[in-house]
């Protein structure tokens, strides 16, 4: 009778197993119906021949080692979908464990179940990263920093954001009130740390060139929306300027009317780009500003309107 049981068993095992190798994505359901179809026998058979019977520790560590391998190629074929919840995994896992006997297999177990606890943490890492380097987060805070630079926000720079958020959607589906205001607490808290928290974010995002010269146009546009530009306004652009790889033709055939003074014709060297950086953070000056939802909202007006 133990005999039966223990092939009965075996024959749900190599089933699994070659179903498994057929489609690894169907791993977690094949791994649940093989916990399910092997219970009864194993429980009868632990019943008949006891738990420390070599015969019962050998099928039930066989049986352990499938329902693992289930769990892992469930993981592996499943971890890199947007929906996936590594839940089912871990449940697997943690069945496996239940049944097995074995101390190598129990190891094995448990280093699955820290691996996947590992790629949870790394998961939570990537997704707070892919949030910092959202392009319309980051289109954002270029205009946020090219406004705050000067050490003033100009209702008019203010409009000409809103005006963008609200009617072209240029940052996507950001509330714009909502985050313009939260990035005014963090500038506040922050001071020049915030502007170099941002070129640290341009730095290290990786951009496309059509978007590194939607930044461009922004910054621009954002500059000369108060009717002027100060040196401060330009140091803080040739610094902007000197993280891109788009060519300075690419600025000025999108930008022909950008003064020269923006765009350095030399190449940009390390102590030259220190010497900018240095100059810009140690003679500029961030004050604390008023939030938006405590100023009067007024409408934008083209700059053009500010010349004669």
Not at 158 to 166: C, G, P, S, Y
Request: proline letters at 2%; charged letters at 30%; a negative charge.
């Amino acid at each position: 009778m133990a005999e039966t049981l223990t092939r009965s068993i075996e024959s749900q095992i190599e089933h699994t197993k070659s179903e498994r190798r057929k489609n690894r994505l169907n791993a977690y359901e094949l791994g649940t119906e093989l916990l399910f179809k092997s219970k009864k026998d194993l429980d009868e058979l632990k019943g008949m021949i006891g738990a420390e019977d070599v015969r019962y520790q050998s099928i039930a560590n066989l049986l352990a080692a499938e329902v693992l391998q289930c769990g892992i190629d469930y993981f592996k074929a499943m971890k890199d979908n947007s929906d996936f919840s590594e839940a089912s995994s871990l449940e697997i896992l943690n069945s496996a464990k239940e049944i097995s006997t074995d101390a190598q297999i129990q190891k094995r177990i448990q280093d699955n179940i820290e691996g996947i606890g590992d790629w949870v943490s790394n998961q939570a890492l990537r997704d707070s990263q892919n949030n910092i380097y959202d392009f319309n987060k980051i289109l954002l805070k270029t205009a946020f920093s090219f406004m705050t630079c000067d050490g003033h926000i100009a209702p008019n720079e203010v409009a000409l954001i809103r005006k963008m958020a609200e009617e072209d959607h240029a940052f996507g589906e950001i509330d714009i009130d909502t985050e313009l205001d939260f990035l005014i607490e963090v500038i506040n808290t922050m001071g020049m740390g915030f502007l170099k928290d941002y070129f640290k974010v341009l730095k290290n995002a990786q951009l496309k060139q059509e978007q590194e010269l939607k930044l461009v146009e922004m910054a621009i546009n954002t500059l000369y929306a108060d009717g002027k530009v100060d040196y401060n306004e330009v140091k803080f652009f040739r610094i902007f300027r000197s993280l891109l790889s788009v060519t300075d033709k690419q600025i000025t055939d999108l930008n022909p009317h950008l003064p020269e003074e923006f765009i350095e014709s030399d190449i940009f060297s390390h102590s030259y780009l220190g010497q900018l950086f240095d100059d810009y953070f140690e003679k500029a000056e961030i004050p604390t500003f008023e939030k938006l939802s405590e100023q009067k909202r007024t409408d934008y007006v083209d700059p053009e309107k500010y010349k004669g």
